[in-house]
């Protein structure tokens, strides 16, 4: 086994095994780390000894509840250049989790956040336990839902993408299933021998993969986002954030008032981006995805933007009470939306 401080990497029978080594931090990203995973995921792609790979985190809370942007918005505007940094290595990693070409299993068996999900739904496998809580929450932080959140989430069923793009809801169990995020479920107590049962089987495809999963799943039961799932698509079937709080306003059910208290605290910045990116993302590939997100991002760090007020609110100073600028989403011009998404020159992302 070869040891570093904040992933763990293991050749175990046909697997290669990720194991995210922060569990103190929730088992969040560091650039290091990212670095790390694309060089592994390199070289077992060309190991014919690696017939598959798993990547789990350490500890009984997360998976990995994101990318460490506490540390990067420490930096100011004017000295960004280890936010691109990290952002640019995370994502040229997602790329690689998706081209992968042998079996990619995540485990998602706690907190899956941010950076977790660009480290695990670009994979073929995704398997959730109960204890599994997955969020894109980055429009209460001034920022965007990345590591490929432009491609998978316009891909999710109905509205249920830009739904939780724009609102960070939190899914677990059935939901997780029935939003296309998870592939399947099993129980907790049951992962530990389903690792082992996977080192040890017969993997040539994806088929023998499956078929290990089968033999230790079980059925979560009804996903009780299927209850909303005609006021989503309805509400965030509107074309901009102005016409789905006005849709929002005009339902008389405890769901749509809970959702729009949600929308008011977030980012209205971040908001109008979103949608611009998610509609953007339906006719892109992924790499394409992630180069314009690498834009987005890049930007976004580049001056004194709600990311650095998000971050300040709800992870340093913790107080909930960010200050936006501009305050409303009346307020957010189109052009300051069309600025995020503006070429960089020579500073594009390279995948």
């Known amino acids: 086994m070869t040891t570093e401080a904040e992933v763990l990497f293991e050749h175990r029978g046909c697997l290669g095994i990720i194991t995210l080594n922060r569990p103190r931090a929730l088992n969040s990203l560091s650039t290091a780390m990212c670095l790390l995973m694309d060089e592994a995921l390199i070289k077992w792609a060309e190991d014919d000894a690696v017939k598959a790979v798993i990547i789990q985190g350490a500890g009984e809370k997360a998976f990995c509840a994101g990318g460490d942007v506490k540390t990067l918005a420490e930096n100011s505007p004017h000295d960004h250049h280890k936010a691109t ?29 941010g950076g ?103 059925d979560p039961g009804a996903a009780p986002l299927d209850e909303f799932r005609d006021l989503i698509d309805a509400a965030f079937g509107e074309e901009t954030i102005e016409d789905i709080l006005d849709h929002l306003e005009a339902i008389d059910h405890d769901w749509a008032g809970k959702t729009l208290v949600k929308l008011k605290k977030m980012s209205p910045v971040s908001m109008k981006v979103i949608i611009e990116q998610i509609t953007r993302g339906v006719a892109l590939d992924f790499n394409e995805a992630m180069k314009m997100e690498y834009r987005i991002v890049s930007h976004i760090v580049s001056y004194q933007s709600d990311f650095y007020e998000g971050v300040r609110a709800v992870l340093i100073d913790k107080d909930q009470n960010p200050a936006w600028n501009p305050a409303t989403v009346e307020d957010v011009t189109g052009d300051m939306v069309a600025a995020h998404f503006e070429n960089l020159g020579i500073q594009e992302l390279e995948i």
């Open 116 to 218: 977790g999900v660009g480290v695990s739904v670009h994979g073929s496998h995704r398997i959730i336990t109960e204890r599994c809580l997955f969020a894109m929450p980055e429009s209460a932080i001034g920022l965007i839902p990345d590591v490929g959140g432009s491609y998978f989430m316009p891909r999710l069923p109905g509205k249920l993408g830009l739904y939780l793009g724009l609102t960070g809801a939190r899914l677990r169990g059935a939901d997780i299933l029935y939003a296309g995020i998870g592939t399947s479920y099993m129980t907790s107590d049951r992962v530990e021998a389903f690792v082992s049962a996977l080192a040890e089987a017969d993997i040539e495809d994806a088929s023998d993969v499956d078929r290990v999963i089968a033999e230790f799943t079980v």
């Open 85 to 113: 940094e990290f952002f640019a290595t995370e994502y040229v990693m997602n790329s690689r989790i998706y081209h992968f070409p042998k079996p990619y299993i995540a485990l998602l068996d706690g907190i899956t956040m």
